[in-house]
């Protein structure tokens, strides 16, 4: 990688963990969140819906529950911005946009039941365990789709590199993830479920 491209990295994890992480119940989730990912990450070349199920249902629930229901919405008197100014300023899903995705996700189901065969697909299940193998490889295209989606969206509206970097940081933030927040559970513990500024760090 360049020079230019690994500033653009951690400028962009930079501003992810101070913009959207202040909450210790939030970077919890997160770690909990990248464990799974990683499980998922090796057993995808194996076994990629059970992958895909795993990242869905158990990593990309608890990493957006985070965000959604931990995350404070006020004034972030931390950085000096509003809500409303991370949000705009947000490369990659804002939350605006991860209503949409979620909303993706969570009708893939029903979709799947009411279409056995996913309009041709697929050979229309008989059984529980075909469904979630179905709705498994179902997510698993809803989850490359939704990054390779946004990042060519980023080639238009921003610039190749940035979409580029982008897609690096969320492919490697379980990694990433896992090395800021492994401490994050134990300090909730000690501290309690209320809502505690995290301590911010600048990028390395």
Not at 55 to 70: D, I, P
Not at 81 to 86: G, I, P, Q
Not at 124 to 134: K, M
Not at 178 to 189: A, E, H, I
């Amino acid at each position: 990688m360049t020079t230019r491209f690994r500033e653009q990295l951690r400028e962009q994890r930079w501003d992810d963990h101070r913009y959207y992480h202040h909450s210790l119940i939030n970077q919890s989730l997160h770690f909990i969140s990248a464990i799974t990912f990683l499980v998922a990450y090796v057993i995808v070349w194996t076994d990629p819906a059970l992958a895909a199920l795993l990242a869905w249902g158990v990593a990309m629930t608890s990493r957006q529950a985070g965000h959604f229901f931990f995350e404070p919405r006020d004034y972030d008197y931390v950085n000096d911005c509003s809500h409303e100014h991370k949000e705009e300023i947000k490369v990659g899903y804002n939350l605006a946009r991860k209503v949409v995705l979620m909303g993706l996700w969570a009708l893939s189901p029903l979709v799947l039941y009411f279409q056995p065969s996913l309009f041709g697909i697929f050979t229309p299940h008989t059984g529980i365990g075909a469904f979630f193998n179905h709705l498994g490889l179902m997510w698993l295209a809803l989850g490359v789709g939704g990054l390779v989606f946004r990042t060519v969206h980023l080639f238009f509206i921003r610039d190749v590199e940035t979409g580029l970097v982008w897609a690096t940081k969320i492919l490697t933030d379980p990694f990433n993830d896992f090395r800021l927040y492994c401490r994050s559970p134990g300090k909730l513990v000690r501290q309690g479920m209320a809502w505690r500024p995290a301590k911010l760090r600048g990028p390395r």
